[in-house]
Protein backbone atom coordinates (compact mmCIF):
# COMPACT_ATOMS: atom_id res chain seq x y z
CA UNK A 1 0.00 0.00 0.00
CA UNK A 2 0.95 3.43 -0.45
CA UNK A 3 0.36 6.80 1.04
CA UNK A 4 1.31 9.78 -0.07
CA UNK A 5 2.16 13.35 1.94
CA UNK A 6 2.61 15.25 -1.04
CA UNK A 7 3.75 18.45 -1.70
CA UNK A 8 -24.87 22.79 17.56
CA UNK A 9 -26.11 21.91 17.42
CA UNK A 10 -26.79 21.05 19.89
CA UNK A 11 -28.36 18.35 20.77
CA UNK A 12 -31.46 18.51 19.79
CA UNK A 13 -33.01 19.41 23.07
CA UNK A 14 -30.69 21.69 24.58
CA UNK A 15 -29.66 24.67 23.00
CA UNK A 16 -25.84 24.91 22.56
CA UNK A 17 -22.97 26.81 20.76
CA UNK A 18 -21.88 25.20 17.43
CA UNK A 19 -20.11 21.80 18.59
CA UNK A 20 -17.30 19.94 16.80
CA UNK A 21 -14.34 22.22 15.73
CA UNK A 22 -10.59 23.81 16.69
CA UNK A 23 -9.93 25.39 19.00
CA UNK A 24 -10.38 28.97 18.82
CA UNK A 25 -7.46 31.13 18.48
CA UNK A 26 -4.43 28.32 18.50
CA UNK A 27 -3.38 27.64 14.80
CA UNK A 28 -2.90 24.56 13.76
CA UNK A 29 0.66 23.44 11.88
CA UNK A 30 4.18 23.88 12.55
CA UNK A 31 5.02 27.89 14.72
CA UNK A 32 8.20 28.37 13.03
CA UNK A 33 8.27 28.73 9.18
CA UNK A 34 9.75 26.84 6.55
CA UNK A 35 12.13 29.60 5.75
CA UNK A 36 13.87 29.78 9.06
CA UNK A 37 14.72 25.86 9.30
CA UNK A 38 16.16 25.84 5.66
CA UNK A 39 19.47 27.60 6.88
CA UNK A 40 21.02 24.15 7.95
CA UNK A 41 20.14 21.45 5.65
CA UNK A 42 21.10 18.26 6.79
CA UNK A 43 21.76 16.36 3.14
CA UNK A 44 21.55 12.23 4.12
CA UNK A 45 23.61 12.07 0.88
CA UNK A 46 26.60 13.72 2.67
CA UNK A 47 25.46 11.01 5.70
CA UNK A 48 26.11 8.32 3.89
CA UNK A 49 22.86 7.84 1.84
CA UNK A 50 23.25 6.64 -1.77
CA UNK A 51 20.09 7.30 -4.09
CA UNK A 52 20.76 3.56 -5.84
CA UNK A 53 17.77 1.73 -4.18
CA UNK A 54 19.87 -0.68 -1.99
CA UNK A 55 21.96 0.94 0.02
CA UNK A 56 20.05 1.32 3.16
CA UNK A 57 18.97 4.93 4.08
CA UNK A 58 17.95 3.86 7.75
CA UNK A 59 21.72 4.31 8.93
CA UNK A 60 21.93 7.77 6.97
CA UNK A 61 18.70 9.37 8.08
CA UNK A 62 19.59 8.48 11.65
CA UNK A 63 22.92 10.17 11.21
CA UNK A 64 21.91 13.20 9.66
CA UNK A 65 19.31 13.90 12.42
CA UNK A 66 21.56 13.04 15.22
CA UNK A 67 24.69 14.47 13.82
CA UNK A 68 22.96 17.71 12.21
CA UNK A 69 19.72 17.94 12.84
CA UNK A 70 20.06 17.87 16.81
CA UNK A 71 23.15 20.12 16.68
CA UNK A 72 21.57 22.88 14.76
CA UNK A 73 21.02 25.50 16.50
CA UNK A 74 17.41 27.13 16.00
CA UNK A 75 15.87 25.10 13.08
CA UNK A 76 17.07 22.47 10.82
CA UNK A 77 16.00 20.62 7.37
CA UNK A 78 16.66 16.99 7.00
CA UNK A 79 16.34 16.47 3.48
CA UNK A 80 15.75 13.13 1.33
CA UNK A 81 17.01 14.49 -2.33
CA UNK A 82 14.88 13.01 -5.08
CA UNK A 83 15.99 9.20 -6.00
CA UNK A 84 15.43 5.71 -5.42
CA UNK A 85 16.16 4.63 -1.67
CA UNK A 86 16.01 1.29 -0.23
CA UNK A 87 15.06 1.11 3.61
CA UNK A 88 15.92 -2.07 5.82
CA UNK A 89 16.53 -0.75 9.09
CA UNK A 90 13.77 1.17 11.31
CA UNK A 91 14.38 4.60 12.09
CA UNK A 92 13.43 6.89 15.50
CA UNK A 93 13.82 10.74 15.16
CA UNK A 94 14.01 11.44 18.83
CA UNK A 95 12.97 14.84 20.74
CA UNK A 96 14.04 17.31 17.89
CA UNK A 97 12.70 20.89 18.20
CA UNK A 98 12.07 23.39 15.13
CA UNK A 99 12.80 21.13 12.25
CA UNK A 100 11.54 19.57 8.94
CA UNK A 101 12.05 16.64 7.32
CA UNK A 102 11.99 17.03 3.18
CA UNK A 103 11.06 14.00 1.59
CA UNK A 104 11.37 14.63 -1.79
CA UNK A 105 12.55 10.66 -2.86
CA UNK A 106 11.15 7.42 -3.16
CA UNK A 107 11.96 5.31 0.18
CA UNK A 108 11.18 1.54 -0.60
CA UNK A 109 11.11 -0.81 2.62
CA UNK A 110 12.84 -4.10 2.34
CA UNK A 111 10.42 -7.22 2.64
CA UNK A 112 13.50 -8.73 4.96
CA UNK A 113 14.13 -5.21 6.74
CA UNK A 114 14.21 -4.89 10.53
CA UNK A 115 12.02 -2.62 11.25
CA UNK A 116 10.62 -2.84 14.74
CA UNK A 117 7.01 -2.05 13.78
CA UNK A 118 7.54 1.27 12.16
CA UNK A 119 9.73 2.33 9.19
CA UNK A 120 9.88 5.97 10.40
CA UNK A 121 9.00 6.99 13.66
CA UNK A 122 9.18 10.61 14.77
CA UNK A 123 8.75 11.28 18.28
CA UNK A 124 8.84 14.23 20.92
CA UNK A 125 8.54 16.36 18.10
CA UNK A 126 7.72 19.88 18.91
CA UNK A 127 7.35 22.65 15.93
CA UNK A 128 7.95 19.98 13.31
CA UNK A 129 6.61 19.36 10.03
CA UNK A 130 7.25 16.72 7.12
CA UNK A 131 6.20 17.54 3.46
CA UNK A 132 7.53 16.92 -0.54
CA UNK A 133 9.00 19.85 -2.36
CA UNK A 134 8.50 18.21 -5.72
CA UNK A 135 5.20 16.66 -4.89
CA UNK A 136 7.54 12.96 -4.88
CA UNK A 137 7.99 12.35 -1.84
CA UNK A 138 6.83 8.60 -1.20
CA UNK A 139 7.43 5.59 1.37
CA UNK A 140 5.97 2.18 -0.93
CA UNK A 141 5.92 -0.62 1.95
CA UNK A 142 6.07 -3.26 -0.68
CA UNK A 143 3.09 -5.06 1.40
CA UNK A 144 1.70 -7.34 -1.15
CA UNK A 145 5.57 -9.16 -0.94
CA UNK A 146 4.70 -10.01 2.51
CA UNK A 147 1.49 -11.27 1.40
CA UNK A 148 2.79 -13.37 -1.18
CA UNK A 149 5.81 -14.69 1.02
CA UNK A 150 4.21 -14.84 4.29
CA UNK A 151 7.33 -13.01 5.64
CA UNK A 152 6.54 -11.25 9.30
CA UNK A 153 7.93 -7.71 8.16
CA UNK A 154 5.16 -5.62 9.48
CA UNK A 155 6.65 -2.53 9.57
CA UNK A 156 4.15 0.92 9.67
CA UNK A 157 5.55 3.15 6.96
CA UNK A 158 5.02 6.51 9.21
CA UNK A 159 4.12 7.26 12.80
CA UNK A 160 4.59 10.51 14.27
CA UNK A 161 4.10 10.82 17.93
CA UNK A 162 4.19 14.95 19.51
CA UNK A 163 3.88 14.87 23.23
CA UNK A 164 5.07 18.88 22.79
CA UNK A 165 2.69 21.58 21.78
CA UNK A 166 2.71 22.41 17.96
CA UNK A 167 3.34 20.05 15.65
CA UNK A 168 2.92 18.87 12.37
CA UNK A 169 2.23 19.86 8.64
CA UNK A 170 2.76 17.06 6.66
CA UNK A 171 2.51 17.75 2.71
CA UNK A 172 3.40 16.58 -0.96
CA UNK A 173 4.14 13.45 -0.07
CA UNK A 174 3.81 9.91 -1.52
CA UNK A 175 3.80 6.81 0.59
CA UNK A 176 3.43 3.28 -0.10
CA UNK A 177 2.55 0.76 2.55
CA UNK A 178 2.77 -2.76 3.97
CA UNK A 179 0.46 -2.91 6.98
CA UNK A 180 -0.96 0.07 8.63
CA UNK A 181 -0.15 3.76 7.26
CA UNK A 182 -0.04 6.56 9.07
CA UNK A 183 0.03 7.17 12.86
CA UNK A 184 -0.32 9.94 14.27
CA UNK A 185 -0.22 9.21 18.10
CA UNK A 186 -1.61 12.16 20.88
CA UNK A 187 -1.26 15.20 18.50
CA UNK A 188 -1.55 18.66 19.43
CA UNK A 189 -2.44 21.57 16.77
CA UNK A 190 -1.88 19.29 13.95
CA UNK A 191 -2.20 20.31 10.28
CA UNK A 192 -1.97 17.03 8.19
CA UNK A 193 -2.94 17.25 4.07
CA UNK A 194 -2.13 16.20 0.78
CA UNK A 195 -1.59 12.64 1.19
CA UNK A 196 -2.44 9.87 -0.56
CA UNK A 197 -2.84 6.60 0.78
CA UNK A 198 -2.61 3.30 -1.46
CA UNK A 199 -2.88 0.19 0.36
CA UNK A 200 -4.29 -3.79 -0.83
CA UNK A 201 -8.00 -4.51 -0.17
CA UNK A 202 -8.23 -6.50 3.30
CA UNK A 203 -8.36 -5.35 6.84
CA UNK A 204 -5.93 -4.12 8.93
CA UNK A 205 -4.62 -1.32 6.37
CA UNK A 206 -5.96 1.36 7.88
CA UNK A 207 -5.07 4.67 6.11
CA UNK A 208 -4.87 7.08 8.84
CA UNK A 209 -5.13 6.06 12.54
CA UNK A 210 -5.42 9.26 15.05
CA UNK A 211 -4.96 10.49 18.59
CA UNK A 212 -5.52 14.29 19.16
CA UNK A 213 -4.96 15.42 22.60
CA UNK A 214 -6.16 19.15 21.10
CA UNK A 215 -6.83 20.71 17.93
CA UNK A 216 -6.46 18.54 14.79
CA UNK A 217 -7.16 19.58 10.80
CA UNK A 218 -6.66 16.65 8.53
CA UNK A 219 -8.19 17.90 5.20
CA UNK A 220 -7.45 17.34 1.44
CA UNK A 221 -6.54 13.41 1.93
CA UNK A 222 -7.33 10.57 -0.49
CA UNK A 223 -7.33 7.08 1.05
CA UNK A 224 -7.75 3.53 -1.10
CA UNK A 225 -7.44 0.50 0.96
CA UNK A 226 -10.07 -1.87 1.99
CA UNK A 227 -9.58 -0.62 6.25
CA UNK A 228 -10.43 2.55 7.81
CA UNK A 229 -9.72 5.88 5.60
CA UNK A 230 -9.61 7.93 8.49
CA UNK A 231 -9.71 6.72 12.34
CA UNK A 232 -10.26 9.20 15.12
CA UNK A 233 -9.06 6.55 18.12
CA UNK A 234 -9.76 7.56 22.24
CA UNK A 235 -8.41 10.32 23.61
CA UNK A 236 -9.66 12.69 20.54
CA UNK A 237 -10.77 16.23 21.14
CA UNK A 238 -11.24 19.49 18.70
CA UNK A 239 -10.91 17.85 15.69
CA UNK A 240 -12.09 19.40 11.75
CA UNK A 241 -11.35 16.85 9.06
CA UNK A 242 -12.54 17.48 5.60
CA UNK A 243 -12.66 16.92 2.07
CA UNK A 244 -11.77 13.75 2.08
CA UNK A 245 -11.70 11.23 -0.31
CA UNK A 246 -12.32 7.51 0.31
CA UNK A 247 -11.81 4.73 -2.30
CA UNK A 248 -12.87 1.30 -2.23
CA UNK A 249 -12.21 1.60 1.59
CA UNK A 250 -13.50 1.21 4.89
CA UNK A 251 -14.92 4.44 5.35
CA UNK A 252 -14.86 7.25 7.90
CA UNK A 253 -14.75 6.14 11.45
CA UNK A 254 -14.41 6.41 15.38
CA UNK A 255 -13.73 3.76 17.04
CA UNK A 256 -13.25 0.95 18.79
CA UNK A 257 -14.16 2.18 22.08
CA UNK A 258 -14.17 0.11 25.11
CA UNK A 259 -16.80 -0.10 27.48
CA UNK A 260 -15.19 -2.39 29.85
CA UNK A 261 -11.44 -1.16 29.58
CA UNK A 262 -10.03 2.24 28.85
CA UNK A 263 -13.27 3.76 28.28
CA UNK A 264 -13.32 6.74 25.51
CA UNK A 265 -13.07 10.84 25.89
CA UNK A 266 -13.98 11.86 21.89
CA UNK A 267 -15.48 15.16 21.54
CA UNK A 268 -16.04 18.29 19.42
CA UNK A 269 -15.12 16.49 16.58
CA UNK A 270 -16.31 17.91 13.16
CA UNK A 271 -16.32 15.80 10.16
CA UNK A 272 -17.94 17.35 6.82
CA UNK A 273 -17.05 17.05 2.86
CA UNK A 274 -16.76 13.82 3.18
CA UNK A 275 -16.66 11.50 -0.84
CA UNK A 276 -17.03 7.81 0.02
CA UNK A 277 -16.48 5.49 -3.71
CA UNK A 278 -17.97 2.36 -2.68
CA UNK A 279 -16.88 2.03 1.13
CA UNK A 280 -17.66 -0.22 3.60
CA UNK A 281 -19.52 2.78 5.24
CA UNK A 282 -19.60 6.52 5.08
CA UNK A 283 -18.89 6.65 9.01
CA UNK A 284 -19.10 4.32 11.51
CA UNK A 285 -19.07 4.56 15.15
CA UNK A 286 -18.20 1.38 17.02
CA UNK A 287 -17.95 0.88 20.46
CA UNK A 288 -18.11 -2.62 22.81
CA UNK A 289 -20.30 -3.27 25.66
CA UNK A 290 -19.22 -3.55 29.16
CA UNK A 291 -18.18 -1.66 32.19
CA UNK A 292 -20.73 -0.64 34.71
CA UNK A 293 -23.14 2.26 33.54
CA UNK A 294 -21.73 5.05 30.76
CA UNK A 295 -18.06 4.87 30.55
CA UNK A 296 -16.70 7.13 28.89
CA UNK A 297 -18.53 9.26 25.80
CA UNK A 298 -18.92 10.07 22.63
CA UNK A 299 -20.33 13.58 22.14
CA UNK A 300 -20.95 17.32 20.67
CA UNK A 301 -20.14 16.40 17.35
CA UNK A 302 -20.89 17.12 13.93
CA UNK A 303 -21.13 15.01 10.63
CA UNK A 304 -22.14 17.05 7.40
CA UNK A 305 -22.19 16.80 3.52
CA UNK A 306 -20.99 13.21 3.37
CA UNK A 307 -21.77 11.93 -0.26
CA UNK A 308 -21.57 8.28 -1.04
CA UNK A 309 -21.75 6.12 -4.48
CA UNK A 310 -22.77 2.83 -3.91
CA UNK A 311 -21.44 2.45 -0.45
CA UNK A 312 -22.32 -0.33 1.56
CA UNK A 313 -23.19 0.94 5.19
CA UNK A 314 -24.15 4.41 4.87
CA UNK A 315 -24.08 5.95 8.91
CA UNK A 316 -23.55 3.11 10.85
CA UNK A 317 -23.68 3.00 14.78
CA UNK A 318 -22.92 -0.09 16.19
CA UNK A 319 -22.55 -0.42 20.13
CA UNK A 320 -22.36 -4.07 19.49
CA UNK A 321 -19.36 -3.72 17.52
CA UNK A 322 -18.73 -7.37 16.10
CA UNK A 323 -21.31 -8.89 17.40
CA UNK A 324 -20.40 -8.77 20.99
CA UNK A 325 -22.85 -8.47 23.86
CA UNK A 326 -21.56 -10.12 27.03
CA UNK A 327 -20.77 -8.98 29.42
CA UNK A 328 -24.32 -6.19 28.33
CA UNK A 329 -23.98 -4.17 31.96
CA UNK A 330 -22.52 -0.55 30.23
CA UNK A 331 -21.71 0.94 27.36
CA UNK A 332 -19.94 4.33 26.08
CA UNK A 333 -22.46 7.09 25.85
CA UNK A 334 -22.73 8.51 22.62
CA UNK A 335 -24.99 11.91 22.96
CA UNK A 336 -25.20 15.20 21.25
CA UNK A 337 -24.18 14.75 18.11
CA UNK A 338 -25.67 16.15 14.72
CA UNK A 339 -25.94 14.36 11.23
CA UNK A 340 -26.84 16.42 7.96
CA UNK A 341 -26.88 16.66 4.40
CA UNK A 342 -25.68 13.33 3.93
CA UNK A 343 -26.55 12.36 0.08
CA UNK A 344 -25.73 9.20 -2.24
CA UNK A 345 -26.57 5.72 -2.40
CA UNK A 346 -26.35 2.28 -0.43
CA UNK A 347 -25.60 -0.97 -1.80
CA UNK A 348 -28.77 -2.53 -0.30
CA UNK A 349 -31.14 -0.88 1.32
CA UNK A 350 -33.30 -3.45 2.37
CA UNK A 351 -30.59 -5.04 4.53
CA UNK A 352 -28.35 -1.98 5.36
CA UNK A 353 -30.01 1.25 5.18
CA UNK A 354 -28.92 5.31 5.20
CA UNK A 355 -29.24 4.86 8.81
CA UNK A 356 -28.43 1.97 10.70
CA UNK A 357 -28.01 2.41 14.69
CA UNK A 358 -27.45 -0.68 17.03
CA UNK A 359 -27.36 1.48 20.09
CA UNK A 360 -26.76 0.23 23.31
CA UNK A 361 -29.78 -1.24 25.61
CA UNK A 362 -28.07 -0.05 28.83
CA UNK A 363 -27.08 3.63 27.99
CA UNK A 364 -29.07 4.58 24.86
CA UNK A 365 -28.20 7.26 22.48
CA UNK A 366 -29.34 10.77 23.67
CA UNK A 367 -29.82 14.16 21.74
CA UNK A 368 -28.88 12.52 18.12
CA UNK A 369 -30.18 14.94 15.38
CA UNK A 370 -30.64 13.35 11.68
CA UNK A 371 -31.14 15.88 9.38
CA UNK A 372 -31.47 16.00 5.51
CA UNK A 373 -30.57 12.63 4.37
CA UNK A 374 -31.23 12.77 0.70
CA UNK A 375 -30.46 8.89 -0.06
CA UNK A 376 -31.43 5.91 -1.89
CA UNK A 377 -30.52 2.16 -2.55
CA UNK A 378 -28.48 0.93 -5.66
CA UNK A 379 -30.18 -2.84 -5.47
CA UNK A 380 -34.07 -3.60 -4.92
CA UNK A 381 -36.32 -1.04 -4.27
CA UNK A 382 -36.63 -0.15 -0.58
CA UNK A 383 -34.34 0.78 2.22
CA UNK A 384 -34.88 0.10 5.89
CA UNK A 385 -33.88 2.88 8.65
CA UNK A 386 -33.40 1.23 12.12
CA UNK A 387 -32.45 2.89 15.04
CA UNK A 388 -32.40 0.98 18.22
CA UNK A 389 -32.17 2.97 21.38
CA UNK A 390 -32.08 6.15 19.56
CA UNK A 391 -33.50 9.48 21.43
CA UNK A 392 -33.39 12.83 19.58
CA UNK A 393 -34.92 14.06 16.05
CA UNK A 394 -35.18 13.28 12.08
CA UNK A 395 -35.94 10.07 10.80
CA UNK A 396 -36.15 6.64 13.10
CA UNK A 397 -34.51 8.46 16.31
CA UNK A 398 -37.49 8.48 18.86
CA UNK A 399 -38.64 12.22 20.87
CA UNK A 400 -37.54 12.02 24.28
CA UNK A 401 -40.79 13.20 26.22
CA UNK A 402 -40.27 15.46 29.28
CA UNK A 403 -37.79 14.52 31.44
CA UNK A 404 -38.19 11.30 31.08
CA UNK A 405 -35.21 8.97 30.91
CA UNK A 406 -34.62 6.94 28.22
CA UNK A 407 -35.33 3.52 27.84
CA UNK A 408 -34.19 0.70 25.23
CA UNK A 409 -36.48 1.71 21.83
CA UNK A 410 -36.70 -0.25 19.26
CA UNK A 411 -37.63 1.56 15.65
CA UNK A 412 -37.28 0.74 11.68
CA UNK A 413 -38.84 2.61 9.07
CA UNK A 414 -39.07 1.01 5.54
CA UNK A 415 -39.03 3.68 2.50
CA UNK A 416 -40.39 2.52 -0.16
CA UNK A 417 -39.35 5.79 -2.21
CA UNK A 418 -36.07 8.05 -2.63
CA UNK A 419 -35.50 9.60 0.21
CA UNK A 420 -36.59 13.63 -0.18
CA UNK A 421 -33.95 15.58 -2.89
CA UNK A 422 -32.40 12.45 -4.06
CA UNK A 423 -29.87 12.70 -7.02
CA UNK A 424 -28.62 9.74 -8.69
CA UNK A 425 -24.92 9.60 -8.13
CA UNK A 426 -22.59 8.81 -10.96
CA UNK A 427 -19.22 6.70 -10.21
CA UNK A 428 -16.99 9.31 -9.27
CA UNK A 429 -13.82 9.32 -12.05
CA UNK A 430 -11.28 9.50 -9.28
CA UNK A 431 -13.02 5.94 -8.27
CA UNK A 432 -12.57 3.79 -11.70
CA UNK A 433 -12.28 0.33 -10.52
CA UNK A 434 -14.64 -1.87 -8.71
CA UNK A 435 -11.78 -4.27 -6.88
CA UNK A 436 -9.79 -2.05 -5.09
CA UNK A 437 -5.87 -2.84 -5.76
CA UNK A 438 -5.78 -6.65 -5.03
CA UNK A 439 -3.05 -8.00 -2.36
CA UNK A 440 -0.79 -9.54 -4.19
CA UNK A 441 0.59 -7.08 -7.12
CA UNK A 442 2.50 -4.03 -6.88
CA UNK A 443 0.71 -0.80 -5.97
CA UNK A 444 1.50 2.56 -8.19
CA UNK A 445 3.34 5.51 -5.95
CA UNK A 446 2.76 7.94 -8.45
CA UNK A 447 -0.04 7.26 -10.12
CA UNK A 448 -2.96 8.26 -10.67
CA UNK A 449 -1.76 11.70 -9.79
CA UNK A 450 -3.18 12.38 -6.73
CA UNK A 451 -7.02 14.07 -7.12
CA UNK A 452 -6.19 16.86 -4.89
CA UNK A 453 -3.10 17.92 -6.53
CA UNK A 454 -4.17 21.19 -8.05
CA UNK A 455 -6.21 22.23 -5.01
CA UNK A 456 -4.31 25.33 -3.69
CA UNK A 457 -5.86 24.20 0.14
CA UNK A 458 -7.52 26.40 2.08
CA UNK A 459 -7.51 29.93 1.93
CA UNK A 460 -6.59 31.30 5.58
CA UNK A 461 -3.62 28.96 5.36
CA UNK A 462 -2.37 30.38 2.30
CA UNK A 463 -2.70 33.90 3.49
CA UNK A 464 -0.46 33.04 6.83
CA UNK A 465 2.31 31.81 4.30
CA UNK A 466 1.90 32.87 0.58
CA UNK A 467 4.98 31.39 -0.35
CA UNK A 468 4.05 27.79 0.57
CA UNK A 469 1.10 26.89 -1.42
CA UNK A 470 -1.35 24.98 0.52
CA UNK A 471 0.73 25.48 3.86
CA UNK A 472 -1.16 24.96 6.38
CA UNK A 473 -1.53 27.25 9.64
CA UNK A 474 -4.03 30.09 10.37
CA UNK A 475 -6.86 29.81 13.01
CA UNK A 476 -10.34 29.42 13.01
CA UNK A 477 -13.10 31.08 15.80
CA UNK A 478 -15.11 28.48 16.65
CA UNK A 479 -18.42 29.37 14.79
CA UNK A 480 -16.54 30.55 11.77
CA UNK A 481 -16.02 27.94 8.76
CA UNK A 482 -13.57 27.87 6.27
CA UNK A 483 -15.05 28.35 2.82
CA UNK A 484 -14.29 24.83 1.18
CA UNK A 485 -13.32 24.02 -2.38
CA UNK A 486 -13.73 21.63 -4.70
CA UNK A 487 -10.28 20.44 -5.47
CA UNK A 488 -9.95 20.23 -9.71
CA UNK A 489 -9.38 17.21 -10.37
CA UNK A 490 -12.51 15.95 -8.84
CA UNK A 491 -14.79 14.64 -11.36
CA UNK A 492 -17.75 16.02 -9.51
CA UNK A 493 -20.62 13.86 -8.92
CA UNK A 494 -22.24 16.06 -6.24
CA UNK A 495 -25.32 17.81 -6.26
CA UNK A 496 -25.01 21.26 -6.09
C1 LIG B 1 -4.57 3.22 16.29
O1 LIG B 1 -3.93 4.00 17.25
C2 LIG B 1 -4.31 3.70 18.58
C3 LIG B 1 -3.64 4.69 19.46
O2 LIG B 1 -2.26 4.69 19.27
C4 LIG B 1 -3.92 2.27 18.91
O3 LIG B 1 -4.32 1.96 20.22
C5 LIG B 1 -4.60 1.35 17.92
O4 LIG B 1 -4.18 0.03 18.14
C6 LIG B 1 -4.27 1.77 16.52
N1 LIG B 1 -5.03 0.97 15.60
C7 LIG B 1 -4.49 0.02 14.91
C8 LIG B 1 -5.43 -0.68 13.98
O5 LIG B 1 -3.31 -0.27 14.99
C1 LIG C 1 -24.45 18.92 0.85
O1 LIG C 1 -23.22 18.24 0.67
C2 LIG C 1 -22.69 18.33 -0.63
C3 LIG C 1 -21.40 17.53 -0.65
O2 LIG C 1 -21.67 16.18 -0.43
C4 LIG C 1 -22.43 19.78 -0.98
O3 LIG C 1 -21.98 19.88 -2.30
C5 LIG C 1 -23.69 20.59 -0.81
O4 LIG C 1 -23.39 21.95 -1.00
C6 LIG C 1 -24.25 20.40 0.60
N1 LIG C 1 -25.52 21.08 0.71
C7 LIG C 1 -25.74 21.94 1.69
C8 LIG C 1 -27.10 22.55 1.69
O5 LIG C 1 -24.89 22.22 2.51
C1 LIG D 1 -9.42 4.20 -6.64
O1 LIG D 1 -9.27 2.79 -6.52
C2 LIG D 1 -9.10 2.08 -7.74
C3 LIG D 1 -8.91 0.63 -7.38
O2 LIG D 1 -10.15 0.10 -7.04
C4 LIG D 1 -7.88 2.58 -8.47
O3 LIG D 1 -7.79 1.94 -9.74
C5 LIG D 1 -7.98 4.08 -8.65
O4 LIG D 1 -6.79 4.54 -9.25
C6 LIG D 1 -8.16 4.73 -7.30
N1 LIG D 1 -8.25 6.16 -7.49
C7 LIG D 1 -7.28 6.96 -7.08
C8 LIG D 1 -7.51 8.40 -7.36
O5 LIG D 1 -6.29 6.58 -6.49
Same mark, same amino acid.
Given at each position: MRFSLATTTAGVLLVRG /?? +? @?? /??GVPVG??? &??SQKSGTICDVLKY?? /?? =? %????IGVAITNAFTKCVLQANGGATLLVPEGEYLITTGVVLNAGTKWAFQLDGLITLSE =????NGNAIVVKRATDFEMFSSNGKGAIQGQGYKKRISG?? @?? *???LRVCSTNPRTILTKDTQIDSPTFHLFHNDATNLENYHITVRGGN? %????GINLTCLSNCYIHHIEVTNRDECISVKT???NVLIEEIYCNQSGGMSIGSLDAGGTGSDIEYIHMRNIYVHQ?? @??LMIKTWPGG? %?? /?GHVRNSLFENFHA????? *?LDIDQ? $?? #??????? +???AISDLHFRNWTGTVNNGASRGPIVIRGSDIVPLTDIKLEDFSMWTENGNVAVLQCNNVYGTGYCAQELKGDAEPSPVAATSTLR?????FVKPTR &?? $? #?? %? &???? !???VPIPV?? &???? $? #??NPGPSRARKR =????? !?RGGGQRGPTETPPSRKPRGYGGHRRS
Open positions: /VI +G @QL /VSPKT &PLGG /VA =D %GKTD =DGRFST @QD *ARLK %GGLDPSRCT @QMS %GA /VYDTTY *AY $WY #GRKDPNT +GAIEPMEG &PS $W #GV %G &PTGY !GLTYT &PAPM $W #GT =DPQAE !G
